[in-house]
């Protein structure tokens, strides 16, 4: 896996669909192919390493505080999603941040209701919402499906770390029927090579 970005100086169609998925940024980057060959790879921006998802392709988000996007077949067949933000931050949909005093559970529940109301999202069923370990750290673990705005059901598997002052969430979505098994085991194993590296966390 490369590390960095590279910018388009155009906007056009790539500038849509990311105007589309996470706000206006101007200027849409340039998808680059992850590089094969052993880990962990530094991703800076979010103050992490981690290895795998080799030939999926990767665009980060510098201008959002770091976010990392990867799909191996387009969005509409996979994605994997990696964020960062304060945890004082409002959740998108809500009007509550997480407190340090929250438990795992808490902050998984936030992070639902926040999903719930997110456009094209219907019929959201929990599949299931545990405890999980990710870069030897404390997160929450969640499998759940939903309806998008063609009726199409679509699976998400998403990871949720508080990591000192920050929240960490990966996620993988994918349509449930064929696509979700197919590519649900990269996801885990990238998951697993996650290694934090907050100074002082």
Request: glycine share 10%; with cysteine; net charge positive.
């Amino acid at each position: 896996m490369r590390i960095g970005s590279r910018w388009s100086g155009a906007c056009g169609v790539a500038a849509l669909l990311v105007l589309a998925l996470v706000g206006s940024l101007g200027c849409a980057p340039i998808w680059s192919p992850t590089a094969k060959g052993p880990g962990p790879h530094p991703l800076a921006s979010i103050q992490i390493t981690a290895s795998g998802l080799d030939d999926w392709g990767w665009a980060s988000y510098e201008a959002l505080g770091g976010v990392w996007h990867f799909t191996r077949q387009g969005d509409e067949l996979n994605q994997v999603w990696m964020r960062r933000w304060p945890k004082s931050q409002v959740v998108k949909g809500t009007n509550r941040s997480i407190r340090d005093d929250m438990t795992l559970q808490e902050i998984a529940a936030l992070s639902l209701d926040s999903r719930r109301l997110d456009d094209g999202v219907a019929r959201l069923e929990v599949v299931s919402n545990e405890p999980a370990r990710v870069g030897n750290r404390d997160c929450y673990r969640i499998d759940y499906r939903h309806r998008n705005d063609i009726g199409l059901l679509k699976r998400t598997v998403e990871y949720g770390c508080p990591v000192g002052t920050w929240m960490y969430r990966f996620e993988y979505m994918a349509p449930a029927q064929y696509y979700f098994d197919a590519y649900l085991r990269e996801f885990e194993a990238f998951v697993r090579s996650v290694a934090f590296k907050v100074p002082g966390a």
